[in-house]
């Protein structure tokens, strides 16, 4: 089992930035990529950007130049530092993890809410 606990949502005006964090607990060895995830409302959850334990990084190409994805292995952590946001950057951003057997696990989410 992994849990994974978000913080670091809120709300922002458009041009601001936040910080994500996603701390893992559990069988964390086994996680092989970490990633963000949203679901804004009435849209399907789509891919942010993920990073793998060798800290290779892929980013959506709407955030790309925008969104750093970062991991701290030491403190079992993956970070999203999202800037110049934008109001359609509004959803609920997921962390997830991924272990080598392909199971994944999610957070629970943190809502992120940008003001135009």
């Known amino acids: 089992q992994v849990q994974l606990v978000e913080s670091g949502g809120g709300l922002v005006q458009a041009g601001g930035s936040l910080r994500l964090s996603c701390a893992a607990s559990?069988?964390?060895?086994?996680?092989?990529?970490m990633g963000w995830y949203r679901q804004a409302p009435g849209k399907q959850r789509e891919l942010v950007a993920t990073?793998?334990?060798?800290?290779?990084?892929n980013y959506a190409d709407s955030v790309k130049g925008r969104f750093t994805i970062s991991r701290d292995n030491a403190k079992n952590t993956v970070y999203l530092q999202m800037n110049s946001l934008k109001p359609e950057d509004t959803a609920v951003y997921y962390c997830?993890?991924?272990?080598?057997?392909?199971?994944?696990?999610w957070g629970q989410g943190t809502q992120v809410t940008v003001s135009s």
């Open positions: 997830n993890a991924r272990l080598g057997t392909g199971r994944g696990y």
């Open positions: 559990g069988i964390i060895f086994s996680i092989n990529v």
């Open positions: 990073i793998t334990v060798g800290r290779s990084t």
